[in-house]
């Protein structure tokens, strides 16, 4: 399989952001982008879904952490997108069940060529940190959008919202390392009887 890796720069009036993804890592990561909780979570998607990760964000976190936490969704997908290149080869659905304590989550990718998402987190405060917990919903929805995947979240328990989103995280992590690893029985084949995703 050839090498997947890509960088994506995203630059707007409210942000710059520079994202460079190794589908094949060891889950090494380089952060700098202002929002600590976030990258908390996203450390959790590079351990468990053995990619590599480097995020650079500066976003306009005086007024909030919405755009930021937005685009740097948009920017990751377009980066996996590029980095997945034609699929060719790869087990397309992923799926994990992980638990923290009382909290318990499910993710399901599918590498389908189509945004699609199904978000559920009950959430049981509306922040953790100082972080707003909707933000995570406005993260999903970018990256969906752009890596061009379909994509189910449900957190099934939960007391502790740190929790609930670190097993949501712990979850999509372990679904893209499944989604994305190479199938030896595909080799060289698209997974998708149209022959194209």
Same mark, same amino acid.
């Given at each position: 399989m050839a090498e997947r890796k890509a960088t994506v720069e995203r630059n707007t009036l409210e942000t710059r952001i520079t &994202?460079? &993804?190794? !589908? +094949?890592?060891?889950? *090494?990561? *380089?952060?700098?982008t202002g929002v600590p909780f976030l990258e908390h979570m996203l450390d959790q998607v590079a351990r468990h879904g053995m990619? +590599? !990760? =480097?995020?650079?964000a500066a976003g306009d976190l005086h007024i909030d952490d919405h755009h930021t936490v937005e685009d740097i969704g948009i920017t990751l997908g377009q980066a996996f997108a590029r980095a997945v290149g034609d699929k060719k080869g790869i087990y397309r659905y992923g799926h994990a069940y992980v638990p923290l304590d009382e909290a318990l989550s499910r993710v399901v990718i599918d590498f389908s060529g189509r945004p699609g998402l199904e978000y559920h987190i009950p959430f049981t405060r509306s922040t953790v940190g100082g972080f707003d917990v909707d933000l995570f919903l406005e993260f999903f929805q970018g990256f969906v959008n752009h890596a061009n995947v379909t994509l189910h979240i449900d957190n099934l328990r939960g007391v502790n919202s740190h929790h609930q989103a670190e097993t949501v995280f712990k =979850?999509?992590?372990? =679904? !893209?390392?499944?989604a994305l690893n190479e199938d030896p029985r595909m080799a060289g084949t698209m997974p998708s009887t149209k022959g194209v995703l």
């Open positions: &994202v460079t &993804v190794n !589908l +094949d890592g060891s889950g *090494q990561t *380089q952060f700098e990619v +590599d !990760l =480097a995020i650079k =979850a999509f992590g372990r =679904a !893209l390392r499944m």
